[in-house]
């Protein structure tokens, strides 16, 4: 039986050199001094504009807020999916149960990293794997305008997550699939400064992608089905093909650019559903950012639908 010893250790051996191997990749990976640097002091002024355009107050401020309160960012929000439920954090300038303590770096190392003051992974329902495409000069900026936020008391409930998701650690081989700072369009040669700005809007603050583009098992986006749409990741329904391919195809960059700004369609047909929220975020951007935008959407490959046929009504 020395050859079933023999077998067993090795396998014993081999498990072993896993686990090490798999616990170092998983590893919580920080800024490097150069970003780090890239920094600097931000602009309350320009972190507005980030600020909306990344729509922070549609999953952090408390369900129901409306006028200013709005701006208290308290969390709550129960975002049910299929991993599990998740709540928003409060990020409000409270020192103990919000991000008020949180430096700059701190606060760059979760926006472009994911990863808390800690040390620990955040879960990707927070948008990281988009803002990962950010400028640290527009994040600096976000965080001297949330410098200027009210303090809420108050941590929001824990995330309701079952085995394996609830292991935060296996969160960083996510991230090495799927959290990249380059572009997920290849915009070429010659493209309009215009689409590259709505480039950097959509995929970078805008994080639009998380919503328009269908999942994989793992839960990270399909890149090469980019804005064609998808199950709707929280809830029911689906969210829709924003592609040159789907329901806004008839539509021209001016027809885009208004609808951001009014909620309102070609058709005098008005926002509704999830998007309101964005709309209303929208709004407050500047008519060139909104112009931008529509520029890109403009630019981005056709794609079929995201999601399965809807079945005819019996």
Request: with cysteine; proline share 9%; glycine share 14%.
């Amino acid at each position: 039986m020395r050859w079933l010893r023999k077998l067993i250790g090795a396998v014993v051996v081999l498990g072993g050199a896993g686990a090490v191997a798999g616990w170092a990749l998983s590893a919580p990976v920080r800024l490097d001094a150069a970003t780090v640097a890239q920094l600097g002091p931000g602009d309350a002024a320009k972190g507005k504009r980030i600020f909306y355009a990344g729509g922070c107050t549609s999953c952090h401020a408390k369900p129901g807020s409306k006028g200013d309160a709005r701006l208290e960012l308290a969390g709550g929000l129960e975002l049910k999916t299929p991993f599990g439920i998740f709540v928003p954090p409060n990020i409000s300038q409270d020192p103990k149960d919000g991000i008020g303590a949180w430096s700059e770096e701190d606060f760059a190392n979760a926006m472009l990293k994911g990863v808390s003051p800690s040390g620990e992974h955040f879960y990707p329902a927070f948008p990281y794997a988009s803002y990962a495409r950010m400028k640290p000069a527009d994040i600096a900026d976000l965080y001297a305008f949330m410098k200027t936020l009210p303090a809420v008391a108050g941590k929001a409930p824990g995330h309701k997550l079952g085995f394996p998701f609830n292991i935060r650690r296996g969160i960083g081989l996510w991230k090495r699939f799927y959290l990249s700072p380059e572009p997920v369009i290849a915009l070429p040669g010659g493209t309009p400064d215009k689409a590259l700005a709505g480039r950097y809007l959509v995929e970078g603050p805008g994080h639009c992608g998380e919503c328009h583009t269908p999942r994989d098992f793992a839960g990270g986006v399909k890149k090469a089905e980019w804005l064609a749409g998808a199950v709707a990741a929280a809830g029911s329904g689906v969210v829709p093909n924003i592609t040159p391919q789907g329901g806004t195809k008839d539509w021209s960059e001016a027809d885009i650019a208004n609808y951001l700004e009014t909620g309102f369609t070609p058709d005098f047909d008005s926002v509704g559903g999830a998007m309101v929220d964005v709309q209303r975020n929208m709004a407050q951007l500047t008519a060139d950012d909104r112009a931008a935008i529509a520029a890109y959407l403009k630019a981005v490959p056709p794609r079929a639908n995201g999601y399965p046929a809807r079945k005819p009504k019996s």
